[in-house]
């Protein structure tokens, strides 16, 4: 750019070495966000995994306790029951939050993304012009 001999080739060369850097970041924020997508995928995926094994057990011991329980505390059974179903209940309504949460995160990220593109590509013409 030192080398440029009049003020139209300095804004040519700044133009022509903005694209690429410019194509670079975008690359990057892909990149970026395509890990986040993917940790998240698995990340759920392990997290229920998890959750799932967990319930079974409890389910499987609750009934187990159900069997040999004294007689007169089919009251506290149902109760504990109804617990289970409602924290069972409440981690798929988190489930589905969390899922909504990163598919809108995802969504801004390509938003953003293009229009950021879209300005580059705006920009690099009209600074090769000047």
């Given at each position: 750019?030192?080398?440029?001999?009049?003020?139209?080739?300095?804004?040519?060369?700044?133009a022509?070495?903005?694209?690429?850097?410019?194509e670079?970041?975008?690359?990057?924020?892909?990149?970026?966000?395509?890990?986040?997508s993917?940790?998240?995928?698995?990340?759920?995926?392990?997290?229920?995994?998890?959750?799932s094994?967990?319930?079974?057990?409890?389910?499987?011991?609750?009934?187990?306790?159900?069997?040999?329980?004294?007689?007169?505390?089919?009251?506290?059974?149902?109760?504990?029951?109804?617990?289970?179903?409602?924290?069972?209940?409440?981690?798929?309504?988190?489930?589905?939050?969390?899922?909504?949460?990163?598919?809108?995160?995802?969504?801004?990220?390509?938003?953003?993304?293009?229009?950021?593109?879209q300005?580059?590509?705006?920009?690099?013409?009209?600074?090769?012009r000047k």
């Open positions: 750019m030192l080398a440029a001999k009049d003020p139209q080739e300095f804004f040519s060369l700044t022509a070495q903005a694209q690429p850097t410019a670079k970041a975008i690359a990057y924020g892909r990149h970026l966000a395509g890990i986040a993917s940790t998240q995928a698995e990340f759920a995926k392990a997290t229920e995994s998890q959750i094994e967990a319930t079974r057990k409890v389910s499987t011991l609750v009934d187990e306790v159900t069997k040999n329980a004294p007689a007169g505390s089919e009251n506290a059974v149902a109760i504990l029951k109804s617990m289970i179903g409602n924290a069972s209940a409440g981690y798929e309504q988190l489930t589905k939050s969390a899922k909504q949460a990163v598919e809108t995160i995802e969504a801004n990220v390509a938003n953003a993304t293009s229009q950021f593109t300005a580059a590509e705006k920009a690099a013409p009209r600074a090769a």
